[in-house]
Each structure stands twice: as C-alpha cells, then as structure tokens.
C-alpha cells in the first residue's frame, strides 16, 4: 500500500479564517512533506518533517504552521491567508530521510481557495 | 541555472507513438531519479524511480539515466490516451530530504 491520504479535498476560507488540512500515511515511512503547487508549475516545497521534527522550513510565511502530532500524521494549519496563498497543497511521505532520499509518495492534494 | 530544467512541452502526439521525455541537471551530487506523472487537479503519482546511471523498464515505461551527461530520459512506447497528463521528473542527492523538480512536461496523445 502506497497511499497518503489528503483532507479535505477542497477548502474555501476567507481571509481572517482558520483552518487545518490534514495528512496520513500507514507506510512507515519517516519523512514527511508539504508542497505547495501553482498551476502549471512544479510543487514547492513548504516543510520537511523528519522522525516527527522538522528538519526543512523553506521561509514559509507564519501564517502557515506544521504540526507533525505523530510519526504517520501531519497538519497544515492555516490563519489569516492572502489570496495569492490559494493553491493545491500537497502532502508527501518517503521512507528514510537518514540513509539518503528514497522515493517520494504524494497525496492527491487539498485545493486551497482563499477569498 | 536551475538545478534541473525540463521542457515543458506542451507535446502531442498522436496514438501509438513512441514518446521522449528528457531533463538536464547540474548538480553532480544527484544520485536518486524519479518521474512523476500527474494528471489534472490530481497529485503527482510516482512512475519510475532509478539509483544512479543505468536503464530501468517497467511496462510501456523506460527510465535512462546518464550521469556522465547529467541527462536523464522517459521513454513511452505505444502511447495511450490516458498517458495524457503532465510528466515532471525529480533528483535528490543522498545527503538530504530535499526534492529537485523540473518544470515538467505537458503530454496529449491524440486517440
């Protein structure tokens, strides 16, 4: 089983919501991602999760805050969004960041719309 | 320079066809080649993954890895409508976590 598995599939927020996008995986893997992807552009990476504790925070603004609560669960908290913040978000897990980089496994994302 | 450029097509071709999907790269450190097919709205969903040069054939699907060039290939044979999609490849080094993406490439096989 390779899945990772993204809620919800779809978000609308306004402005001055919070809102939380969630994130799971049952592969045993212990690293973990977020991505941001534009249209027609390549994912950007937001934030690595390594053995539950964040290794990578690519200057993401504060507004968006990771949470890894345990080794196969990971939470994108959100607050106070801009516009140009809407997005697919994408989760992705990969085996074992200690030994090099193996394969990513992407979730099928969460389609952000700020208004 | 990017650190992997791809071009980004778009590309069409027709039913049956035999497709070529190339990056370039630059840093010499990459060991760990992946290509990721990803359809409309949808997640990326891994195809092939390689470890350093060599060929690597599953299916319809040939993943080549040059490292002396520093080029890496997807090749599609008998192409399939539902090849239809964005094909984007990515490289890591075995010293981190972190992903290098290209651009990736548009892909529409014509029935």
């Known amino acids: 089983d390779t899945e990772v598995t993204q809620t919800p599939k779809h978000l609308v927020m306004g402005m001055t919501n919070k809102k939380s996008l969630k994130c799971e995986q049952h592969?045993?893997?212990?690293?973990m991602y977020w991505y941001k992807q534009k249209a027609k552009k390549p994912p950007e990476l937001m934030f690595v999760y390594s053995y539950e504790k964040l290794s990578i925070n690519e200057s993401v603004p504060s507004r968006f805050s990771p949470e890894c609560p345990n080794s196969s669960l990971l939470n994108l908290h959100l607050h106070a969004l801009q516009p140009e913040d809407s997005a697919l978000y994408l989760c992705?897990?990969?085996?074992?960041?200690?030994?090099?980089?193996?394969?990513?496994?992407f979730g099928p994302g969460t389609r952000l719309t700020v208004t | 320079q990017k650190e992997v450029e791809q071009d980004p097509g778009p590309l069409s071709v027709p039913e049956g066809a035999i497709v070529s999907l190339n990056c370039t790269y630059s840093?010499?450190?990459?060991?760990?080649f992946m290509w990721y097919r990803q359809y409309s709205r949808k997640g990326p969903e891994l195809l092939m993954y390689t470890y350093s040069s060599g060929n690597k054939e599953d299916g319809r699907f040939t993943a080549q890895v040059d490292k002396s060039s520093k080029y890496i290939s997807l090749f599609i044979r008998d192409s399939q409508p539902s090849d239809s999609a964005t094909y984007l490849c990515?490289?890591?080094?075995?010293?981190?976590?972190?992903?290098?993406f290209g651009t990736g490439t548009s892909l529409t096989v014509i029935p």
């Open positions: 592969m045993g893997h212990r690293a």
């Open positions: 840093n010499s450190a990459f060991q760990y």
């Open positions: 992705a897990s990969s085996q074992d960041p200690g030994q090099g980089t193996y394969e990513q496994y």
């Open positions: 990515a490289m890591s080094s075995n010293t981190g976590n972190q992903f290098y």
